[in-house]
Each structure stands twice: as structure tokens, then as C-alpha cells.
């Protein structure tokens, strides 16, 4: 199943701590760069993300976004430090008679004194559980999102393959014609010489000159590469790297093509076929 290194999910959950929702997206990259944003209270499921991610995906530039909202009555317990206020209460005290004064400080001061009220922390292990449960469920449909935008790449790069094999097609069927008219031009050459010319020789330079045109094995090739591309298709792993790979012997072939060519027709099917390989080099940049 060919996959997209392209994609976007969202997905969102609400329970009685509250609310989250996590955004995956994804752009393509030469490996897997997996960039979590999590809140504070949250951060210690960052190794947890990371290998959920990368146990499902195999490249792109991945962004996901973990968003909390708690609800409003999700709080940790008030804590009185008791100690500490007792603490406070001798120090009033004493510069009270310091200053032989007496403090008349309430409880509601002694609470405004940094230290003495304290909140604990919330019970945040169900927001975590439910936080990587919806990930996986995020995941499910990233990648759904991902193959569907494979599938597309894939009908595109299968539609100009089947081109480019046509071409390969009309340049191997015009091949007999196109010497024939190289050894006509060359006779007809020679003949305006007005030269006698040796017979063995002329048939030792009308085999070399065809050797030098002969397109048969880039022919062969480039069928080849069109077979192996229907292949790589068919696997279900990252195949991006194989297929770029892919294109730049489809390119190498096609220029030597158009190199070797000596006829408009030739030459005319050696340029369609790099304006097709570059079309399907530029769809592969975004295959997994």
C-alpha cells in the first residue's frame, strides 16, 4: 500500500477531568522527525509518543500537538502547611513584643503569606491514559489519510509508466526504419563523392556507425525500470527511497536515449519521456 508522507488528522476527547484533542500533520522528509508539542503538566509522555509514532510511521516531518482543558472543578486539594503557619505565627509574635505592639493578624493573612496554602497536585494518570488511547485513535485515521493520498500518487506514477512504456514501444518499432535511413544517408553521402569505396570497409563503417545508434539495451531498460516501479508499488513498507532511486535511472537511460538519437522522432519521444520521469520524480518527493 503505497502512503503519503503528507497527511492531517484531529481528534478529540472530553470526560468529566476535562477536555483533549490532539492534530497530527505531516510533511515529507528524508526520515522520520517526529516533533511533539505537549502541555507542561503532560511533558512526561514524550518517549511514550514518540514510539507510538514511529512504531506506525516510517518518514516525514511529523508535528503533533496534544491540547488539555481542564474542567473547571479538576483541581488539586487545598493544603494547609501547618508547620510553616506555626512558623509564622511565632515570628508575628515576637515582633509584636519587639515593637510592643500585639499583631492582630487573622487566618485570612496567614493564608496570603506565600507558602502557607498549598494546592496538590491532580490526579492527572486518567487524562494520561486517555491521552495515548486517543493518539492511537488519531493514528488510525493519520494513516488512513495518508494511504488514500498514496493511492492517488500511486494511479499518477502508474499512468505515466504506462506513457513512457508506449514510448518505449514506438522508438522500438521505428528502430529498423531509422537505420535503414542512416544507411541510406550515408550512401547517398558517399555517392556524391564520386569515390569507389571498399566494399568490406563500407560495411565495417555501416556496422560501426550502427552499433553507436543501437538503443536496445536503454529500450530494455527503461521497460525494465517501468516493471520494478509496478512492483515497488505493490510492497506495504516505505518505498520513497527506492523509488527515487528509481527515477534517476529512468533519467540516466532517457539521456542516453536522447543522446544516441539521430532522428526527429527519436528524439522527439526521448524528450517526452524526461518530461515524464520529472513529473514522476517530482510525485515521489512525497511517497513514504
Known amino acids: 500500500m503505497t502512503r503519503s508522507m503528507t497527511a492531517f488528522d484531529r481528534q478529540q476527547h472530553q470526560a468529566e477531568w476535562g477536555r483533549i484533542s490532539w492534530e497530527l500533520r505531516s510533511v515529507n522528509h528524508r526520515y522520520l522527525d517526529v516533533q511533539p508539542r505537549l502541555p507542561e503538566e503532560l511533558r512526561h509522555l514524550e518517549p511514550a509518543v514518540r514510539e507510538r509514532i514511529g512504531a506506525r510511521l516510517g518518514r516525514g516531518k511529523v508535528e503533533c500537538t496534544l491540547r488539555f482543558k481542564p474542567a473547571a472543578d479538576y483541581r488539586g486539594r487545598l493544603l494547609i502547611d501547618e508547620a510553616y503557619a506555626d512558623q509564622v505565627i511565632e515570628a508575628a509574635r515576637a515582633l509584636g513584643q519587639r515593637v510592643g505592639a500585639d499583631p492582630a493578624a487573622t487566618g485570612l493573612d496567614l493564608l496570603r503569606i506565600p507558602g502557607v496554602l498549598q494546592e496538590s497536585d491532580p490526579d492527572l494518570e486518567p487524562v494520561a491514559n486517555a491521552a495515548l488511547a486517543l493518539l492511537d485513535h488519531c493514528l488510525d485515521g493519520f494513516e488512513a489519510a495518508r494511504e488514500r493520498e498514496g493511492e492517488r500518487l500511486a494511479r499518477i506514477l502508474r499512468d505515466r509508466s504506462a506513457r513512457l512504456s508506449e514510448l518505449v514501444d514506438q522508438v522500438r518499432a521505428q528502430r529498423e526504419q531509422v537505420n535503414d535511413r542512416v544507411r541510406e544517408k550515408f550512401l547517398t553521402r558517399l555517392e556524391s563523392l564520386d569515390v569507389e569505396a ?91
Open 198 to 288: 571498399d566494399e568490406g570497409r563500407l560495411e565495417q563503417e555501416l556496422a560501426i556507425i550502427a552499433q553507436k545508434l543501437d538503443v536496445d539495451e536503454e529500450l530494455e531498460r527503461l521497460q525494465a525500470h517501468c516493471a520494478e516501479l509496478e512492483d515497488a508499488l505493490k510492497r506495504r513498507e516505505p518505498i520513497g527511497r527506492r523509488l527515487d532511486f528509481l527515477m534517476q535511472e529512468f533519467n540516466r537511460e532517457a539521456n542516453t536515449l536522447s543522446s544516441k538519437s539521430n532522428d526527429t522522432e527519436t528524439t522527439r519521444a526521448a524528450v517526452e519521456m524526461k518530461v515524464l520521469i520529472e513529473q514522476m520524480r517530482e510525485q515521489v518527493q512525497n511517497i513514504e
